[in-house]
């Protein structure tokens, strides 16, 4: 179009030049001619409409819109005034609407070293996936949507993990999160072959696990000396847990409800082939299977309880937590970073626990 109206524009100059030397008797002539020629076009054409190209429309509304309506009425045209007006009104609107078109749309672009930022955490953490990286962000005092992240990592051609949809019974036991314990023995294996068992307890509201013990063998009274461990624990923390969930497996003796109960502890039992009723403390040991055992050669049981130990810290004081909005159990989140110099230059420092299996970033003190 805006080739096609130069060209106009070029040629009718030139005819404006011819036309300078002409008599006004000349002119006259020539008008009447053209006037002419008009009638008989539209003789030609009958009950048809000529066709005007983009350009066409726009020449003629710049050369004619300054011109009266009741003069453009007496003009022998091929349209009706009404319709070059029109056209020199639809020629402003989408010059406007060109002028007022932002230079960039959408959001501001991601800041870059918060856009590299993101890509080094899903370099270093393969596991890890957008929600669980925008954890990590806002435990940096960084904020950005979780959407940003995703489309950090689509934009890198790094698949994100899908985000899980929530049940019936993980909606109910949020609701009753503040009076919920939760444990559950799992087991793992040495080099050698050993099967060590696992006991470990969650609490819904806060999500701080306690890891009761390890053993190759659990007994009535080790499980037992785990349930007063873990009572007067909840005592000096001053807990106001009511009910503790555990499953029907035989390792749980009876002197281990007996002792919770004496300490104000209601023990709930699972229904048969109901895992999601204790899906807080089943989603616990597939976390702690995927990021710690899964990843570790455990050589007995001091290495086991050792590396529970550092993941038990890791977990309480600062992996986020999707289910308590990426919160830590130990620590609040701190308070957005609002210094564009502190966002622009981040220096993040990374320190490894276990040799590296798993990662806290912090600020460089």
């Given at each position: 179009m805006l080739l096609r109206l130069a060209y106009l524009g070029?040629?009718?100059?030139?005819?404006?030049?011819?036309?300078?030397?002409?008599?006004?008797?000349?002119?006259?002539?020539?008008?009447?001619?053209?006037?002419?020629?008009?009638?008989?076009?539209?003789?030609?054409?009958?009950?048809?409409?000529?066709?005007?190209?983009?350009?066409?429309?726009?020449?003629?509304?710049?050369?004619l819109h300054r011109l009266p309506a009741a003069t453009l009425r007496r003009l022998r045209l091929l349209l009706r005034p009404e319709t070059v007006l029109r056209w020199h009104r639809d020629l402003l609107a989408r010059r406007h609407a060109a002028r007022s078109r932002p230079k960039r749309p959408g959001r501001p672009r991601t800041i870059h070293s918060i856009r590299l930022l993101v890509l080094r955490l899903a370099r270093e953490n393969p596991?890890?996936?957008?929600?669980?990286?925008?954890?990590?962000?806002?435990?940096?005092?960084?904020?950005?949507?979780?959407?940003?992240?995703?489309?950090?990592?689509?934009?890198?051609?790094?698949?994100?993990?899908?985000?899980?949809?929530?049940t019936t019974w993980s909606t109910f036991l949020r609701s009753q999160a503040d009076a919920l314990l939760a444990c559950d023995f799992f087991e793992t294996t040495t080099l050698r072959g050993t099967r060590l068992y696992v006991l470990p307890v969650i609490e819904h509201a806060s999500r701080r696990a306690r890891v009761l013990g390890a053993t190759a063998h659990p007994t009535a009274s080790g499980v037992t000396q785990a349930a007063r461990n873990l009572a007067m624990d909840l005592e000096d923390a001053g807990s106001?847990?009511?009910?503790?969930?555990?499953?029907?497996?035989?390792?749980?003796?009876?002197?281990?409800?007996?002792?919770?109960?004496?300490?104000g502890l209601r023990v709930v039992l699972s229904g048969v082939r109901l895992p999601r009723m204790n899906a807080i403390m089943?989603?616990?040991?597939?976390?702690?299977?995927?990021?710690?055992?899964?990843?570790?050669?455990?050589r007995n049981q001091q290495h086991l309880l050792h590396a529970l130990r550092e993941y038990e810290h890791f977990y309480n004081t600062h992996r986020p937590h999707q289910g308590i909005a990426n919160a830590r159990p130990l620590q609040p989140l701190p308070q957005p970073t609002a210094d564009q110099a502190t966002v622009t230059r981040l220096d993040i420092r990374r320190r490894q626990r276990l040799g590296g299996i798993l990662n806290e970033y912090h600020y460089a003190s």
């Open positions: 070029v040629t009718n100059a030139f005819v404006l030049l011819r036309l300078l030397p002409m008599s006004d008797r000349d002119k006259d002539t020539e008008i009447l001619a053209l006037r002419h020629q008009i009638t008989v076009l539209e003789r030609q054409l009958g009950d048809a409409r000529p066709r005007f190209s983009p350009g066409d429309r726009a020449f003629l509304a710049a050369l596991a890890w996936g957008y929600r669980r990286i925008h954890g990590e962000l806002l435990v940096l005092g960084i904020k950005a949507a979780a959407s940003t992240v995703w489309q950090i990592l689509q934009d890198a051609g790094i698949d994100p993990a899908p985000e899980r949809t929530s106001t847990a009511r009910f503790l969930i555990r499953d029907r497996d035989g390792k749980f003796p009876t002197l281990f409800d007996s002792v919770l109960a004496d300490a089943e989603r616990w040991i597939r976390s702690c299977r995927r990021e710690l055992l899964d990843r570790t050669l455990i």
